[in-house]
């Protein structure tokens, strides 16, 4: 990774992706400063103690003020006001780029703010854990996990290359596609499971309390693999599906209509059709094994 | 263990989680002789290949003939014939228990048929993996994990403590309950929560080829959590679901209100109505790590 620096980098947003990412970036040496913007001063406290930053800031602008990489790394529902904020100090060459999970929403939010000169790519880091926060971060976890950039037509190919070594000078793979292409993808893989794990760890537990903790006692039988997904960030959440809200609601429409299917073939005994369904889906499982995703 | 001797144990069925206790009585030389039972030859060969029993047949009664403990570990449909086969063969003080996920199943199928003097204690260890057939067993499986026995009402206490150490042998805390009860309460942790991943899978998979490719190499961002569960055996599973059929379809119905009010909170916006139950979930999986199920 010789070959990869940045003079400045700014995370705006410094919770589980940012810290990470400024892990790898202390771990490889490849910036020189280091820059953490946050909300609170108890985070940006965090992330001093973590080591992963050599200043930290408040107020965004301060942050994005000489940086050659910004990286936006919070909730959807903050971009827009991020980006009025550090519009004005974002310099000529500079690359700015988020780590968001709907690519549709970072160009409608930030796409407008960005300074002719400046590079925007927007990206998303598929990689993560239930935790959230500074402290939860670490470098490995982007290794052999995909990074998917969104770059808009026309995109510099020098700074959309350097994004690239930068993801994967983290051990991530890199794939671009259209923002609108990913937002679809990711829907299906990503955003209708957490809604579903979500919605089935709340209608579990909304019992009384004895039976919930027989629930949680028993929890291992299936439950317990939906309440790790069912214990992601709640704003970033909220924010990703308020954010893909088309893709999402389409993708649950169809979910419906499969899971009155399935309700009706158990009411009225329609052994068949449930083995069949069961049998393609075990068959989905050894397709992951052999992609080496499982 | 040293108190714990069968001279006779029966397998009718002898996949992951027959084989499974067969290697445990194997290991702690509970059982003078173990008689594996299949409806194929190909397993029963395989049994043998694994030297986890001394005795094969394709015929249950042969089997269960002269037996001191009988273990049904077949899918709930073969329960009622299996039965009546066995009938004749069982010896008075025999224990006949089973191993299926859904117990008011066990005790209107088996119950009727059992011959006074034989001690029928339905049991279900709740333990397993997505792999299924003789080969997929193995002792350790049952290790920390519950077990859970539904004695009826009169059942005699020896034969109940006698059961109850066989699976503490196997590494399990076992609890007694209702076979109605038990049913509820997997209805939630185990029923529902397989439903729910089977028809995501489905779902998230019953689109165009080149889509289905790129689901798979993104799956990592929550879609492969679902599909590990959905790997689970079919003709297993299909009579859970049709053996288990009133408390599935009530928690599915209540499955389906809390998605539909989902739905309509992110169709119009509604981002504290998200937030709030994803705040709640993610204190579920803090009671999960703290009951040591996690």
């Keep these: 990774m010789g070959d990869l620096h940045f003079s400045r980098v700014a995370f705006i947003g410094i919770g589980l992706i940012g810290s990470s990412l400024a892990h790898v970036l202390r771990r490889d040496q490849s910036a020189q400063t280091i820059v953490a913007c946050a909300r609170t001063q ?18 965004p602008a301060v942050a994005a003020k000489g940086a050659d990489l910004v990286v936006i790394a919070a909730p959807h529902s903050a971009y827009a006001a991020l980006g009025r904020a ?39 880091p598929v990689a993560g854990t239930e935790h959230s926060g500074p402290a939860a971060g670490f470098a490995e976890m982007f290794q052999g996990r995909w990074c998917i950039l969104t770059p808009l037509p026309g995109t510099d190919e020098a700074a959309l290359a350097k994004l690239t070594r930068l993801w994967e000078s983290a051990g991530m793979k890199v794939e671009t596609m259209s923002h609108e292409h990913h937002d679809v993808v990711l829907a ?102 052999e992609a080496k995703q499982a």
């Excluded at 985070?43 to 930290?56: H, M, Q, S």
């Excluded at 780029?97 to 407008?112: I, Q």
Aim: with cysteine.
């Design 188 to 289: 299906i893989t990503s955003h209708l499971p957490h809604l579903i794990a979500y919605t089935i760890v709340g209608t579990a537990t909304d019992v009384e309390e004895t039976l919930k903790a027989e629930i949680i006692k028993f929890s291992a039988s299936g439950f317990r693999d939906f309440t790790r997904i069912a214990a992601s960030d709640p704003v970033m959440w909220r924010d990703v599906f308020l954010s893909n809200r088309e893709a999402v609601l389409d993708m649950l429409q169809r979910f419906n209509e499969d899971l009155t299917a399935l309700q009706r073939a158990i009411r009225w005994g329609e052994g068949d059709k449930l083995e069949a369904l069961f049998t393609r889906t075990r068959a989905i499982r050894r397709s992951i094994i």
């Design 42 to 59: 108890a985070t940006l406290d965090t992330a001093r103690e973590l080591g992963i930053c050599d200043e930290t800031t408040l107020d």
């Design 86 to 124: 550090i519009a004005p100090s974002l310099e000529k060459g500079a690359i700015l780029t988020d780590v968001g999970s709907v690519k549709g929403a970072a160009v409608r939010d930030l796409g407008p703010i960005v300074p002719p000169g400046v590079h925007f790519i927007p990206g998303h």
